[in-house]
């Protein structure tokens, strides 16, 4: 059996990794548009914009492993189209036939017009020369214009204040992370950022005026899954490639994981894409299970963290569109701080930052009654 994966990404490498491990011995083919092998991306918005890592640290395996394992990996080299009749994708450099096609090519960063128009540099972040790029901006007294609090505009506003940068964040919503937090802990992060000393506009639509003293402007306003190819070969698509609890597309011999991945979550009863670097991990190794003939359906929690200033954060579970009856939250955010979200008396999503001791217990609560008022 040929199995061909594209997307050289976390996901990707996670593909061709378990299929080794779980001894499969026919051809493996690993098909990336980037001119470098897999690597992760968390530490492009972290370390390496802190000075403490460089991007080469973040590589997954070096280009020995993949021949040691005899996985055939092409680098810089875009896939273009599928033919599901002929099963094989077509390359920039040629075709490749497949028996098993797995699709793992991520996300990537939606553009803002007014941003991009604004005559300013303008930064977005998603590869290692973007993280490159962004860390040049960011240095002693610039002038850094951040547009999104989310994850990715929240890490580069730490960087920047650490480095010394004057920095605006502008943000639509009425807090930084609302959607997935709620009120009650994104209000944490709002006055975590203002101590810091960020300029943080919350409720406003950004204006050319608002850039026009900026030194750089970075965007951070969300991703988007690149579905195109799949699109082309007719999957059912609808935000990202729509797969069962097994990851497998509407094709059966097609699979999609990571981000790309809008998938039937057999424990949470829904379709859920996930932009985080766990379940691109964990699905990669799923679906090398499917394609094997496991029947070990993808079942795991979403799970994140994110790391600001002094700030480590992890989050387990999903509230997902039926929401939260009520929050509760022990400590607070300049020490151990651990929160949960309950609905109907059950918790259906968790978090610890700063207090690494709690990790398991906040995993395992999620699911269960809510923890005793007179507990931790
Ligand atoms: C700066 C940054 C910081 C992050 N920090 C965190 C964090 O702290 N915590 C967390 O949980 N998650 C974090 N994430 C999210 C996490 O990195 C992603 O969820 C993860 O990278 C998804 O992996 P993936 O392999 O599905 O997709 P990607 O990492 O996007 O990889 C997909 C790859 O496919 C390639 N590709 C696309 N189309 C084609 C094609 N047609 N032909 C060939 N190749 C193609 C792309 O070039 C890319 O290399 C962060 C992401 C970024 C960008």
Redesign the pocket.
Known sequence: MRVVV????????NVVEELRERGHEGEIVL????P?L?Y???????DVLLGKKETGDATVHDADWYSEHDIEVHTG????SIDRERHLVV?SAGEQPYDVLVL??????RRLALADGSGRPVRY???VE??AAVKQALTDGANVAIIGAG??GL?VAAAARLAGAQVTVHEMAALPLVGVLGPEVAERFAQLHRSHGVDLRLGVTVTADDLAEADVVVVGVG?LP?T??AEAAGLDVDNGVLVDAHLRSSDPDILA?????NHLHPVLGRRLR???????IK??KAAAATILGADEPYTRLP?????QYDLGMEYWGSVGPDGYDRVRTTGDFSGAFRAWWIRDDVVVAAMQANDWDAADEMRASVGQPPPAESGP
């Open positions: 594209v997307g050289a990404g976390l996901a990707g490498a098909i990336g548009a980037e470098h897999p992760e991306r968390p530490p492009l918005s972290k080299t875009e896939v273009t390359t793992a090519t991520g996300c990537e960063p972040l998603r590869t973007d993280s994850w990715i890490e991703v690149r195109a190819l994981v990571g981000d790309i991945a996930v932009e985080h670097w766990d379940t691109a699905q990669g799970y994140f963290y994110t790391d």
